[in-house]
């Protein structure tokens, strides 16, 4: 997969050089590509702001220099889908971090000040928020997209392990311990030091859906709903 990060700090995307990510660039499974948005601006002092028409505070990302930005990176991949980082965008969640994994490439628009010029939706597949809270700018919303998304791509975590973890099937993740054994009087589950591996898998299986269940009953909704089936009753 290819991932190219429209922005005017290219040099806050350090976190993009460390661990499982880091490791997807070195096998080749993900070629990431920082672009200094004021590399695009035609004004002479690289300037890719400007005031916003009608007056008020702040100022706001021009289109000219997004716009060829985006034009020139398409030159070079020209099936990206193009994301726009936005409060006003659809919710990120596991199914369009799903979604965008089986994407050739994405093409990721950071915003900063008051926002971007509203025109630059026009080149955009999507607007994308990641919650209802302001950030300062996109950078850290495409960080959490390119994180989330290159997990999934194949060959980046070894194979079973994101069916195993929260959201997958709607579930959140089973309560996980390692050693001690005892920590202050705090036990690790019997069931776990029993070796005895079917019983150890039934009961993950129920302590994530009685923690999706208490934490996250939106979530237990939809995974009745999609046919997950809730026998912790029995027990
Ligand atoms: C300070 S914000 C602009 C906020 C905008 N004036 C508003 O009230 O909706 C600057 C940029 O940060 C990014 N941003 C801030 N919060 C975000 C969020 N929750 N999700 C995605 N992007 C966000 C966007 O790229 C946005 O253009």
């Known amino acids: 997969?290819?991932?190219?990060?429209?922005?005017?700090?290219?040099?806050?995307?350090?976190?993009?050089?460390?661990?499982?990510?880091?490791?997807?660039?070195?096998?080749?499974?993900?070629?990431?590509?920082?672009?200094?948005?004021?590399?695009?601006?035609?004004?002479?002092?690289?300037?890719?702001?400007?005031?916003?028409?009608?007056?008020?505070?702040?100022?706001?990302?021009?289109?000219?220099?997004?716009?060829?930005?985006?034009?020139?990176?398409?030159?070079?991949?020209?099936?990206?889908?193009?994301?726009?980082?936005?409060?006003?965008?659809?919710?990120?969640?596991?199914?369009?971090?799903?979604?965008?994994?089986?994407?050739?490439?994405?093409?990721?628009?950071?915003g900063h000040y008051e926002g971007v010029d509203e025109r630059v939706v026009e080149i955009c597949d999507y607007e994308i928020s990641i919650g209802d809270y302001i950030l300062t700018g996109g950078e850290l919303p495409a960080m959490v997209i390119v994180d989330s998304v290159v997990r999934l791509l194949p060959g980046v975590l070894p194979e079973k392990v994101p069916i195993y973890e929260s959201f997958y099937n709607y579930l959140l993740d089973w309560p996980c311990y390692t050693r001690p054994r005892n920590f202050r009087g705090l036990k690790v589950p019997e069931i776990l030091l029993s070796g005895d591996h079917k019983k150890i898998e039934e009961w993950r299986k129920q302590k994530a859906i009685e923690k999706t269940k208490e934490k996250r009953p939106d979530l237990y909704e939809k995974y009745l709903k999609e046919g997950g089936i809730d026998d912790t009753q029995k027990s």
Not at 30 to 58: A, C, M, Q, T
Request: proline share 5%; with cysteine; hydrophobic share 40%.
């Open 1 to 110: 997969m290819r991932i190219d990060i429209i922005t005017i700090f290219p040099e806050i995307f350090t976190p993009l050089d460390v661990s499982i990510i880091k490791r997807a660039r070195e096998k080749g499974i993900v070629e990431i590509k920082i672009w200094n948005l004021r590399n695009f601006s035609k004004d002479k002092h690289k300037k890719v702001d400007d005031k916003p028409y009608g007056g008020g505070k702040g100022m706001v990302l021009k289109c000219q220099p997004i716009f060829d930005a985006v034009e020139n990176i398409k030159k070079e991949t020209p099936e990206s889908k193009v994301i726009l980082t936005t409060p006003a965008g659809i919710l990120f969640n596991h199914k369009l971090a799903q979604d965008l994994s089986k994407e050739k490439g994405l093409i990721i628009i950071c």
